[in-house]
Nanobody
């Protein structure tokens, strides 16, 4: 069974940091690129960051560039999103994403709330 399980969300004050994790199972993780998306209330889901299968290539949305870092540990079948200098506008549900046999695979999401 192909599965993505996110963790690490929570409530943090502006300027704070969080690290999200996404544990993958049911497929050969080391062969797949991975992405993090987020969806804020009343807004469309947006791509935040992506990483290739080896971790050598990454890209980011302009809104998070310089503040967020995506990484992966293929030995642990896990992808991470380190989020620093968090802002209220980063408040959203964050989702892990990949594709498997032409299907989109999403995690259940983890809530990140940035508020004082």
């Amino acid at each position: 069974q192909v599965q993505l399980v996110e963790s690490g969300g929570g409530l943090v004050e502006p300027g704070g940091s969080l690290r999200l994790s996404c544990a993958a199972s049911g497929f050969t993780f080391s062969r797949k690129s991975m992405k993090w998306y987020r969806q804020a209330p009343g807004k469309e889901r947006e791509l935040v960051a992506e990483i290739d299968s080896t971790g050598d290539s990454t890209s980011y949305a302009d809104s998070v560039k310089g503040r967020f870092t995506i990484s992966r540990d293929n030995a642990k079948n896990t992808v991470y999103l380190q989020m620093n200098s968090l802002r209220p506008e980063d408040t959203a549900v964050y989702y892990c994403f990949t594709t498997y046999r032409l299907r989109n695979v999403w995690g259940q999401g983890t809530q990140v709330t940035v508020s004082s």
